[in-house]
């Protein structure tokens, strides 16, 4: 299936974006993606009001890697006068070649500030940041795309509408994560939905939502005419992801599923790789552990070996444990197509008060405005 997307200036093919992720897609985890695959890798969430006030940890957040182009970058912000302030601060210092804008989160913290999936409701407020951000980026020639959820709930649906305002405000692409913030990761994605927002606009849209193969970006793209998939939870602990949708996107039917042993080399060096971004083994192996489950997920693996993976605080710690698996082991073909990561149940989306009475008031809400970058 051959693709002619492109995000401005920069192409993009195979048509994949990886998708932001809170303590998983820092420069370390992009890079093993990268060696597995071509596309765009987006580094963690970073909240415009901390990019302003040159927040050190957000700092060490948009660190990009040598090889990485170009340079992509998730900003989050509530209040249009800071949003400009940071693609301003973009534009200026250089920071990134490409600027993607949050609005799909569903967190508390985010959506109870107006943030989020919470926001396009406010079409008005969601213009305004947009264009906040459309502006100083189009006269660089940094392309801005957005992400977005369906809406808030199944009675206040807003991706239509919303993909509408972006395109008229200039924005590259638009993605849809196809479900609302009330579902969060439950239920399935409703690629309907995708469809629908492809018939609305005429900008590219790319599709989010249980892509767990890479035939399933084929299906989804056969199905909903999408350009192109952002690609979320189906990577964890399986980076190869990418190498398979290169292969999906050139026609090729290789599918990779390596055996224990070189699943270990990639958590070796997933681990190596944290390390040398950290400057730090004791936090680089520290902040590896999240990731051992979702590597060893259907692996035939003793507790006790998986707990102490899950404790380990060295290189050689690591080093050792992972010598201990049975290296042989075949891939365990029961988890394809099965969800990884994150899953929940339905909740309300919590928002501030009175923010469902008239959708055309821009009054941005007090604080709200978040200091910390990473969702």
Known sequence: MTSSLSFGRYAVDPPVVLAPMAGITNVAFRQLCREQGAGIYVCEMITTQALVARN???????????????R??????????TVRKAAEMVVAENLADHIDANFGCSVKKVTRRGGGSALPWKRQLFRQIVRAMVEPARDAGIPVTIKMRKGIDDDHLTFVEAGQIAQEEGVTAVALHARTGEQRYSGEADWESIARLKEAVDIPVLGNGDIWEADDALRMMRETGCDGVVIGRGCLGRPWLFRDLANAFAGRPE???PALGEVAKIMRRHAELLVQWLEDEREGVTGFRK????YLKGFPVGTDLRRGMAMASSLMELDDLLGK????????TEVLGKPRGRTNSPARVVLPYGWLDNRDDDTVPDGAELDDSGG
């Open 325 to 332: 698996l049975d290296q042989d082991a075949p891939f365990p």
């Open 255 to 257: 599918r990779t599923m």
């Open 291 to 294: 990731h051992v489950a979702w």
């Open 56 to 70: 050190p940890k957000t700092y060490r957040m948009i660190e990009f890697g040598e090889q990485e182009k170009p």
């Open 72 to 81: 992509s970058l998730q900003l989050y912000g509530v209040d249009p006068a």
